[in-house]
């Protein structure tokens, strides 16, 4: 019944911008595989999302922290024949405070979900999309990628992680007909613990912040085109500008003020 139909892959497509970024290639005509935690709501979301727009939705339902999840997600892609030419790594999370007052668990759970689950999704599924005639991954990393952030230490890492793996597999995959490409929103409302941390940091954070479904735009369109790098919103691109020509230490300081009362 799939028979040549290609599908867009979105990790943590239940909400926030995972799901917008569904919502954005629904609209664009792309069939999608959802991918998000258990009882996370995605069943309906793949309903509405096919109803809506005439798409085939499908989806999946893991832990991605768990060891073998990459590849069952891989596999259960294969069995149903589902031709993935977009991969979108975008499911993530992240916590505020000092790094001795994280629990190993919860520091495991970044790095599982951040770092290991994508770079092993993109491994299991390289070689399918080097065989089509296009193909593109996307990766929803963070500003916090291009500044060591204090109290937000293995967040920031594990996205500066994302930048430069994209970087280096679009080097490596020069020439061939997949395209990578790395995101970099600042904050997003899309829970309530990001919109409490966003009243209580300062203008600059106030100022950069997008919706959602702005980030998706950004990032579909730029995935669509082959963009390396994207960096979302005037306010956001003008601070990267501005932090890549100011010397880096005054970078740091700035960012600790800008989140001092969070
Ligand atoms: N929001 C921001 O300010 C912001 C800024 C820059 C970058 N980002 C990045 O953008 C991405 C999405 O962020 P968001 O704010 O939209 O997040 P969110 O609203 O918290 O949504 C995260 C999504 O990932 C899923 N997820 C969480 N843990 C998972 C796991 N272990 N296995 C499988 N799925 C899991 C969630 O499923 P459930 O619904 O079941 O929890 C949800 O679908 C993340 O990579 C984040 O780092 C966010």
Not at 142 to 164: E, G, N, R, W
Request: aromatic residues 8%.
């Amino acid at each position: 019944m799939n028979q040549n139909k290609k599908y867009c892959l979105i990790t943590g497509a239940s909400c926030g911008i995972g799901k917008a970024i569904a919502e954005e290639c629904a609209k664009q005509n792309m069939n999608l595989f959802l991918v998000a935690l258990p009882d996370s709501g995605l069943e309906e979301i793949a309903v509405e999302l096919a109803n809506k727009n005439q798409v085939d939705v499908r989806c999946f339902s893991i832990n991605l922290t768990q060891t073998d999840a990459p590849k069952q997600v891989y596999d259960f892609a294969k069995s149903n024949n589902l031709i993935i030419d977009k991969l979108v790594n975008n499911a993530g999370v992240g916590s505020y405070g000092k790094m001795e007052k994280q629990s190993p668990q919860e520091i495991d759970d970044i790095i599982m979900l951040n770092i290991r689950a994508t770079t092993l999704l993109t491994y299991y599924f390289l070689n399918d999309l080097k065989k089509l005639p296009k193909a593109h991954i996307l990766n929803i990393s963070s500003f916090a990628a291009f500044i060591p952030f204090p109290k937000k230490s293995i967040y920031a890492a594990t996205k500066s992680y994302l930048l430069f793996f994209s970087r280096a597999l679009n080097t490596e995959l020069k020439g061939t007909n997949v395209t990578v490409t790395s995101v970099h929103p600042n904050g997003v409302g899309t829970n309530s613990r990001i919109k409490e941390t966003l009243k209580q940091a300062s203008m600059i954070a106030k100022i950069t912040s997008l919706e959602a479904d702005k980030v998706a735009q950004y990032s579909v369109e730029g995935m669509i085109k082959g963009k390396k790098l994207i960096v979302p919103g005037r306010a956001t691109k003008f601070f990267y500008i501005l932090g890549s020509i100011i010397p880096y230490g005054l970078v740091v300081k700035i960012v600790g003020w800008a989140f001092r009362k969070v």
